[in-house]
DNA sequence: CTTGGTTATAGTGTCGACATTATAACTTCA
DNA sequence: TGAAGTTATAATGTCGACACTATAACCAAG
């Protein structure tokens, strides 16, 4: 399960991250129904801890984005829209971009050698059709380079924060992401182009493959039926 | 004072979203200094507040980067570094050239028009030295850019998260900031070409822009005192 | 005098209870 | 019957107290 890496908490000692964690999992893996409104007192209850340590952990799902709250009115998990995961992929070609460039700067030898080894698992796994792990190929993929952006900033912004959107969204869109193919050779791409320190064009090519991912998710989008809850 | 405009809490009804309000200020402007352990009972008692809500506030101030916390340890005020201080500008420089690409293609006639008043008040100052008041107009002049992105995500990101610690920074190195007459010139360049809806071009000069801003930095940091606590 | 361990203290994490607000159900009147 | 007002209920906001952890002070042995 190469699910949740890249966390802030890889070993939560207080009850609040635990139930961070736990309902982190459940919303981005859906067990919780998106938009679906937060009962306090009944979560607290499920999960057999006071309402003050649910709170501190729907706080921290608030920063994660999964969440939303309204004083005196109460939280609710995130509802999925078109609109909104437009506006993500349009932020990850911005910031992946600039990470892709800063990763072609500052990468070093042993982090392309491991770049390279999650593309050679992307290529098998296409060989196999088993497009059900290559989302996680996927993502270690992104999530590498952006780690090679050693930018501590733009590492947290992106894996802490709006990488949980992007599982949200993967988790609901799953159904035939034949992209890999190209996806593969995009990523081949850019990788030649890290390795070759050419920062510029590092850039550009996630930029490109950003925005075909999108135009792609779009397809899909539009010729799937208006899921209501 | 258009100080802490564009928060999420115009008009703040529960204690620990005003107390959040207050902490916030007190950080930005300095009243709390960079680098400070937080007490929790000294703050509560401080504030005339409870714990809890101190420590909800608290929360708020994780999300907005301007405070850290470690387990069982606790609360302290973020600390300055030109190491975090580059990062940010190198994050700002990729979303905030894609705010203005997409401002050119999204924003109003109206908000246009707000644009380019802001770049007259910013002219009039200049002429009258008034360069304490410049950092507010140079703010304006950004967010109403990434206001006109219309994507919410961008808008609540930079806005809301990372534009807290911009200020913290500002505040902190207001010295002699008389890089303004050079920074109207970009603007100007900037409201041009989003006038023209030419979202390529806004993007490069904003890009352009915000390089020349944290080269203007860096020089400013070394010929400065190691400023120590 | 220094170092290791022990105790004391302050601080954070957690909880249950009360106050206040929003929502649902109900009653009453047109 | 429908709509407005009122009451009742449930949920969120707030608080003070207890439990556990980390740090500081202290003491003892080398």
């Known amino acids: 399960m190469a699910f949740l890496t890249a966390c802030k908490l890889q070993d939560p000692v207080t009850i609040a991250d635990k139930l961070f964690l736990d309902l982190r999992r459940a919303i981005l893996v859906g067990e919780i129904p998106a938009g679906k409104k937060i009962s306090e007192p009944e979560l607290a209850a499920a999960y057999g ?44 070609e911005a910031t992946e971009g600039m990470a892709a460039r800063l990763a072609a700067e ?83 791409l850019i990788v030649s182009a890290i390795e070759r320190r050419d920062g510029e064009m590092a850039e550009t090519l996630m930029r490109h493959h950003i925005r075909a991912s999108r135009d792609y998710a779009c397809k899909l989008l539009e010729q799937m039926p208006t899921s209501d809850t």
């Open 49 to 92: 801890v006071s309402r003050g340590s649910l709170r501190e952990a729907i706080g921290k799902l608030e920063n994660c984005n999964l969440v939303t709250r309204k004083p005196n009115i109460g939280a609710r998990i995130i509802d999925f829209s078109t609109e909104q995961l437009l506006e993500i992929y349009q932020i990850r």
């Open 106 to 188: 500052h990468m070093t030898a042993e982090e392309l050698v491991h770049l390279r080894k999650i593309l050679e698992r992307h290529h098998a796994e296409i060989a196999q059709h088993q497009s059900y792990s290559q989302h996680d190929v996927d993502l270690d993929f992104h999530f590498s380079i952006i780690q090679g952006s050693k930018n501590k900033r733009l590492i947290r912004m992106l894996c802490q924060d709006l990488y949980d959107l992007v599982r949200f969204y993967r988790f609901r869109l799953k159904s035939g992401f034949s992209r890999s193919e190209q996806a593969f050779q995009e990523h081949n």
